[in-house]
Nanobody
Framework: VQLQASGGGLVQAGGSPRLSCAAS????????MGWFRQAPGKEREFVAS????????YHADSVKGRFTISRDNAKSMVYLQMNSLKPEDTAVYYC?????????????????WGQGTQVTVSS
């Protein structure tokens, strides 16, 4: 499974960019897609996840109400709509794929990772 994230860049606080993740390869073997982020000097943290079948979503408390994960099964695409951005949202954002139904909010739950896209929020 190959993942390609895009849509990052420099955004003003309060902005609403949308990140995209294109999945290719054996995507049928995956159960869940997730977004993680890593700020400088910090651990990579869970942001949101969604299942291919059923579209069950889960969002971290830090982004709940501001970010929304969605997917387009026909295009094998996953999106992260980010609203009301804050400077503390600045990070490299990674999309990931998991074949296991176990967990879903921890980094080890995901086997496949994209290269990441930088989001920088200016105040």
């Amino acid at each position: 499974v190959q993942l390609q994230a895009s849509g990052g860049g420099l955004v003003q606080a309060g902005g609403s960019p949308r990140l995209s993740c294109a999945a290719s390869g054996r995507t049928f073997s995956t159960y869940r897609m997730g977004w993680f982020r890593q700020a400088p000097g910090k651990e990579r943290e869970f942001v949101a996840s969604i299942t291919w079948i059923g579209g069950t979503t889960y969002h971290a408390d830090s982004v709940k109400g501001r970010f929304t994960i969605s997917r387009d099964n026909a295009k094998s695409m996953v999106y992260l709509q980010m609203n009301s951005l804050k400077p503390e949202d600045t990070a490299v954002y990674y999309c990931a794929a998991a074949s296991s139904r176990r967990g879903g909010t921890n980094r080890p739950d995901y086997e496949y990772w994209g290269q990441g896209t930088q989001v920088t929020v200016s105040s």
